[in-house]
Nanobody, 122 residues
Framework: QVQLVESGGGLVQAGGSLRLSCVASGRPFSRYAMGWFRQAPGKEREFVAAISGRGGNIYYADSVKGRFTISRDNVKNTVYLQMNGLKPDDTAVYYC???????????????WGQGTQVTVSS
């Protein structure tokens, strides 16, 4: 079992920045690829970014490339999502997830956090 707890969400103006964190507990963190997903009201959950267990491979959704950066600290058992240049369309609940393989497909992830709200005002 892996437990995930996100933090760092909040209200920010368009063009601003936020850094989300997700702390994992349970099995060795470096064995898991980590992903960030988001879900806006009335929309399906969508992929944002993912990083392999040791950080050597990273994927981004086209909608966030060049604005968001995913990283991880395997000593602190934490994955981060640095979000710059935020837009109102980025408003959503953001979830972190863990899986044994690096993937952008949500249903392939075995473990999920509870989510953190990000609201971007125009």
């Amino acid at each position: 079992q892996v437990q995930l707890v996100e933090s760092g969400g909040g209200l920010v103006q368009a063009g601003g920045s936020l850094r989300l964190s997700c702390v994992a507990s349970g099995r060795p963190f470096s064995r898991y690829a980590m992903g960030w997903f988001r879900q806006a009201p009335g929309k399906e959950r969508e992929f944002v970014a993912a990083i392999s267990g040791r950080g050597g491979n990273i994927y981004y959704a086209d909608s966030v490339k060049g604005r968001f950066t995913i990283s991880r600290d395997n000593v602190k058992n934490t994955v981060y999502l640095q979000m710059n240049g935020l837009k109102p369309d980025d408003t959503a609940v953001y979830y972190c997830a863990a899986d044994s393989s690096l993937t952008s497909i949500s249903y392939e992830y075995d473990y999920w956090g509870q989510g953190t709200q990000v609201t971007v005002s125009s």
